[in-house]
């Protein structure tokens, strides 16, 4: 009687495979090329979220790295009856910016200038910069799915529609999400005022 020859593992199309099932794959059976799909997929959302959510260009790079790893590990603890793949990783990206911002936060020294003096240069630098911490920090603050739906339709340039079906959402709640993310901005950036 001869040995029988190895089953081959049956070959999986991941690209058209929906991101639930990609990531019970890597959850169940630690898939290798169901992640490679995953992180084809995200990657450069996730590194465009971090950079438009004011980290540095190199920082956004390693973070990157670091949370699809974090996936990798944690995949088994994604529950699909809470949250849409999508709306689960930048939950964790979201998490993960506040952390490095906070990491990386500059305290800048308030200098008392006479009115009547002409603005130096570097002092309108410091204004942007103040600007950009305040986006920074406001951005930071979003709730979850707000961020979420914020992010693809700002920062990853998606229709509302398409936002709508890969967040398994109707678009009439991602417009109100986008919608109510704008506004808490322009509250948060005019000093809380409506």
């Known amino acids: ?8 593992p049956a070959y999986v199309d991941w690209a058209s495979v929906p991101d639930g099932d990609v990531v019970r ?30 980290l540095a ?20 603890r994604y529950d699909p009856t809470r949250a849409s793949v999508t709306t689960w990783i930048f939950t964790i990206c979201r998490s993960r910016r506040i952390d490095a911002l906070r990491r990386e936060r500059v305290h800048l020294v308030e200098v008392e200038v006479d009115p009547g003096d002409p603005v130096p240069s570097h002092e309108l630098g410091l204004d942007r910069e103040r600007s950009a911490t305040a ?18 339709a700002y920062f990853a340039g998606k229709s509302m529609s398409q936002i709508a079906e890969e967040q398994r959402l109707p678009v009439g709640t991602v417009k109100s999400r986008v919608r109510l993310a704008v506004e ?3 509250v948060a ?4 005022a409506p």
């Open 25 to 54: 794959a890597i959850a169940e059976d630690r898939d290798r090329e169901a992640f490679a799909e995953l992180f084809s997929r995200y990657a450069s959302r996730v590194r465009t979220f971090l950079v438009a959510g004011g």
């Open 189 to 192: 950036l005019s000093g809380g």
């Open 57 to 76: 260009p190199t920082l956004a790079d390693d973070l990157t790295q670091e949370i699809l790893l974090e996936i990798w590990r944690r995949a088994e």
């Open 135 to 152: 986006l920074r920090v406001a951005l930071a603050d979003l709730p979850p799915e707000q961020a979420a739906v914020l992010d693809g």
């Open 1 to 8: 009687m001869g040995l029988a020859a190895p089953l081959e």
């Open 184 to 186: 808490r901005l322009r």
